[in-house]
């Protein structure tokens, strides 16, 4: 199957102005000049692109694929997500993870959740373990699930300085980061060991030592929700110079109680310390809890995060021109895939999955195509997960 899209304004995330994109099967196999890709004798599908705006589609980096949550018991365990919400979020790519519950959540569940998505169209990717160390695995350790496990791509997320974390020492926590960097190397994978921060005072006490008592390399760790309150993100944009990197959480007041920062002040802040903007990410912590709690440790109210605070954030801030569309691509999707390594991602090159979102001069999602597939079309969402019934998508 051929699709020529024609006169779209591409940002790959390099601003390249107007250019026609030639789609074989799930790749990008031709990026020229409007009109100058001639086909002849082959049946193909041609989409005019005028107006629109041409970014990768968006990478979500921390996703909880199976549903997070159930810190207030059973009855709050977070559903599944669906491909649906995925779409109309302008997500082509997410890395799934488990959360609090280790114990009712299950790596082998996350791993077909994976590669159901897969099936119904997106890229997904996952990392062992949940909060606790020693993590959940799928073969017995990080090392062999990343060396065995095409999907693993990391750890995490792994819960420091936070009342649900299972309290790490620093030599566990140590031995979990040479799991992931030696799993990586043998995998040929980033071998990411993706932290989840609470607001404990030990903020990355514990990462900073790692860099310093031990040969692993920043690199390899991306703490994320460091927008969590401002201290926590002093020591981010610290970790960030010294050559690290970290994941910011979508989603402002009143949606998300927990978050001190929002993505706008967090840029802000990270330009004028003169932290490289491709040391950072966004994700959208979807389907993951909101459990709000008082000073004493009680739970006092529990809400769901959602994939769209994602979609908002970069529309909203493109919108506002508090970052232009080139650092919104990078920020959204760019970064994730290089700090991940996932080259066939977050570029919109020839050899690249052809992984697209359209915007209109308002910056409106439009379309989405993912490995070569319509999953929205002029606004319309034509995924559709295997047991929607919903005629209303
Ligand atoms: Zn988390």
Redesign the pocket.
Known sequence: MLTLIKNGNLYGPDPAGKKDLLIAGEKIVAVAEPGAIKIRGIPYDSQDASGKTILPGLIDPHVHLIGGGGEGGPSTRAPEIRIEDIVRSGVTTVIGCL?TDGITRHMTSLLAKARGLETEGITAFIFSGSYEIPPQTLTGSVRSDLVLIDKVIGAG?I?ISDHRSSQPTFDEFARLAAECRVGGLLGGKAGILHL?LGDGVGRLDMVFRLIRETEIPPSQVIP??VNRNRELFAEAVRFALAGGAFDLTAGEEPENHSLELGIEEAIRISRRRRVPLDRITVSS?SN?SLPVFDSKGNLVGLTIAGQKSLLRSLTGLLRRRAISVEEGARLFSTNAATLYQLPAKGRIKVGGDADLIFFDSRFELRDVMARGRWMMAEGKLLAKGTFNQDQEE
């Open positions: 959360g997320e819960a989840h994320t929700h912590d993951g």
